[in-house]
């Protein structure tokens, strides 16, 4: 008879241990479901909620067969166009309007800071590159590549005799590539 009693009171306080883990699963889901990855709705009073007004969009903008080119800084050159001194892995492109229709040189067709991402790896001093950042502008009067409205011109480093022959060995490859911009 005592163990028929032990054996109810271990039944019964395995059963009560169960029904406890499974509420707190049960709680503990309950409130993760309420954390949604997706966007909420607006709310019909037309005000936007924190999540909404801190919410991004962008647009990905993408190009095919553009000239891309290469050269190099002599190390007295003044700062690029964006401000920054030249960085490996950086690109000039087209001022955003020509300098001889009144536009700006220092003002990009695509703005600086943007991240270039190529469809093909190019190589620059022995390393593939697969992005760029834009930095700087070039060929202020669209005379050099008219059919590219989005050339690219690869920084190949400080002027000396080896990055000259490798910059003038890379050629005039053509290139694709794509890149975001914020949506205003």
Known sequence: MLETRH???IIAITALAILLIISATLIIANSRSKISSKPS???????????????????KFSVKN???????GESYAPLSASGEYCFMGGVAVHPLHPVNYG?????PVIPFGTTLYLEEPVLVQG?????????????????????????LDIYFGTANYYNRLEAKDFGTPR??????????
Not at 41 to 59: R, V
Not at 175 to 184: D, G, K
Request: avoid cysteine; hydrophobic fraction near 30%; charged fraction near 25%.
């Open 103 to 107: 536009g700006s040189p220092l003002q």
């Open 41 to 59: 709705k607006p709310d019909s009073s037309g005000l936007e909620s924190e999540s909404q007004a801190d919410l991004k969009w962008y647009i």
């Open 127 to 151: 390393k593939e590159y697969t992005s760029f950042k834009v930095m700087d502008t070039g060929d202020v009067y669209y005379g050099l590549w008219p059919d590219s409205p989005y050339w």
């Open 7 to 9: 054996l109810r009171l």
């Open 175 to 184: 290139v694709s590539y794509y890149w975001f911009e914020e949506w205003r």
């Open 66 to 72: 553009q000239q891309a080119t290469a050269y190099v």
